[in-house]
């Protein structure tokens, strides 16, 4: 029964349906996102247990019970507070138990009704309620919105498969507007607060709006969607049916005995390419530059030209990749396998993966392998790759002159092809392999360009994702690539692309260290390499000392293994002529096997006398010892400063002299006042042939001068580092681990260095700071007072050197030849 309003006149009731009678309360069924309507059929799933037994009271009474929306689907139990306020009261038409113990309900709406009061809450919600029937108004307007939500609604049924066809029937044979609203309200898939408010709103004419506006969003989106199958399917079929054509093409062409290599060229490139997940851009470059190729005779000059270009681009790995293997353990223990010590290199990889571990897209820095050569740079990236189970591949950017090396050469040139960088990833074939830039300092630049300038964006992580090679013209991203470089300085890398480096510094290997190496992988590669079995080649401890003592002076492995390859090549003759190694090769045996000792300790020797000072030295290639000799001779007071130095250096030995004859009274008090007026100096470093700078000589210089005035040496077992200033002081250096390396090879064991270094004697292994006695100073004056001997121990020693100065020409002999290589 509703209630109907005409224009002008009395409200009168129209029978419209069966209606039952309420009763003044009702058990009430709270619903999870879903909205009842009435006159229609709502089915229902039953899970609790509150919900069951009232469903199984209601059963076992009239059937009647009252459906309610929740206002928050995501509670289980909501209580009254949580539910609507207007529901449908609803008759159990058919019910069915399922084993997993809930009900399935199909359910009569009939008459809206309103939640008056709560009668109570257990063991089910029960309700006071009354009916909400429909007001309605009748006008020709009302007549035009029910016709138009017949039509829509039909329109909707022809699109959507989920609303069955009869469906279109029965809307059109209802003829009251407030039916017709109840009916497509349940029937269309509307959000819950949109379909509750159309069960609320008791004005037909409003309710007819709201419909009318839903319906018409719903069919735009309707026919978005066609739309949007529509231009899908038809790119299907038009690609469908471009393969079949080419198809019966290819089939016709072969049962006439015509074979087309261009188009069978062309269509080879396009299935290789559409294999792969090309980006967006390089997806576009690539079609259109097959379009080209199939309409250019095999003849035409940009034939080859572009069939290129598309090789190249097929041959990239756009989506290729490995997977990291990130278990820290692993990679210890990779790395522990390939390489002793180092293990600064090994924990900032470690710390790399950690980080890559915890977040997978961090973006990685670019790290920078600095150290002298055979120190194991190239292969410790190697080790690096396989922990991280990466592809390696090696770039060598020594004497690389041109930029187009490493971005490549447009393709207007002739002979035109990608640049290094790209080469690399199509032999790696993997987008993110680990990329080992070999001699990055030794790169050049002329009038073809700055090859450290393309390297700028090569090596940022901020901008390589969108490298782009001149030759390919398109965008590859880098960024899952990790690079490392290496490289003896730091010197001769521009500013800009250091400041893209996190350096990492590789010093040279101590004795001991380099006697583990040895023994762990030098003496079984070298066996491999000579065909010896592991038992056939053994040297002896005391051997390998020797070998790495007296016949090699470098700071890092390559020499030692050379020699240790001399020995090996010696024993594989031997067995070949059918002798069988005895034992292990003492030291003795490795003398004899290598010939004549190469290097001496020279440092005794070179200070017998005064005016001859100890220095040490960084260099490219690992630290070095150098002497700095003084002598006078009658004249006016001039200075001459030989043995090609830099200008820094010979500023240095301009600040020694000013200091020593400022404080000439101090120093040497026995000197007469006029002495410097009456005198030359000459200051000379030997090996004059190699070209030498920088301050830290300063004090070396300086000892040098007041122990040629004072005529007390120097002690044989002190070198010294640091730079002076002309009030004394001593100031801090750089490379004082190579220094006190090269300090350890040349048999030193006292090293004077100044106080401000003292910090860093932390990167010098233990075993090493053991066995050398760092002096730190911050004057001139504990310089001397440390490197000079006491008056009192130079007569004793002077006839020790008389003794012995016979047996040391042979020495002083080799110590030339040993100068003349050094300046080579």
Known sequence: ?????????????????????????????????????????????????????????????????????????????????????????????????????TLRLLVQGGQRVHIDAWVRETPYLVAEISELPDTLVQTPELTALMRNVQQTFSQIVEAVPYLPEELQ????NVEDPGTLTHVIGGSLRLPSEEKQALLEEVDVGRRLRRLTEALARELEVISIGTKIQTQVQSEMDRSQREFVLRQQLKAIQEELGEFDESAAEAGELREQLAQIDLPEDARKQADRELGRLENLPPAAAEHGVIRTYLEWIASLPWDKGTEDNLDLGHAREVLDEDHYGLEQVK???????AVRRLKPDARGSILCFVGPPGVGKTSLGRSIARSLEREFERISAGGVRDEAEIRGHRRTY??????????????????????????????????????????????????????????????FDLSNVMFITTANTLDTIPGPLRDRMEIIQIAGYTADEKLQIAKRYLLGRQADRNGLKRGQLRISDAALKAVIADYTREAGVRELERQIGA????????????????????????RELLGRQRYHSEAARRTRQPGVATGLAWTPVGGDVLFVEATSMDGTGKLTITGQLGDVMKESAQAALSYVRGHQRELVPDLPDDWFATHDLHVHVPAGAIPKDGPSAGITMATALVSLLSGRQVCDHVAMTGEITLTGQVLPIGGLKEKALAAQRNGITCIIAPELNEADTEEIPEHLRSKLDFRFVAQIGEVLDAALERPEARAPRRRRQEAASRSDDRVYAHGRDRQATRGE
């Open 1 to 101: 029964m509703i209630d109907v309003h005409t224009d002008g006149g009395e409200p009168r009731d129209v029978e419209v349906g069966a209606r039952q009678d309420l009763p003044g309360s009702l058990p009430v069924l709270p619903l999870r996102e879903t909205v009842p309507f009435p006159e229609t059929l709502t089915p229902l799933a039953v899970g609790q247990e509150r919900s069951v037994q009232l469903v199984n009271d209601v059963l076992a009474g009239n059937r009647t019970l009252v459906m309610v929306a929740s206002r928050q689907p995501e509670l289980e139990t909501p209580g009254p507070d949580e539910l609507h306020e207007v529901g449908v009261v609803g008759v159990v038409a058919r019910m069915l138990k399922v084993p997993d113990g």
């Open 169 to 172: 029937l029965a809307v059109a």
């Open 347 to 353: 924990d900032r990889i470690l710390e790399f993966l």
């Open 414 to 475: 002739i002979g035109a092809m990608p640049g290094t960088i790209l080469r690399a990833l199509r032999d790696a074939g993997s987008n993110n392999p680990l990329f080992m830039i070999d001699e990055i300092d030794k790169m050049g630049s002329d009038f073809r360009g700055d090859p450290a300038s393309a390297m700028l964006e090569v090596l940022d992580p901020e901008q390589n994702e969108n490298f782009r090679d001149h030759y390919l013209d398109l965008p």
């Open 567 to 590: 020995i090996a090549r010696k024993v594989a003759r031997e067995v070949a002529e059918g002798a069988q190694p005895k034992g292990s090769i003492a030291e003795a045996r490795a």
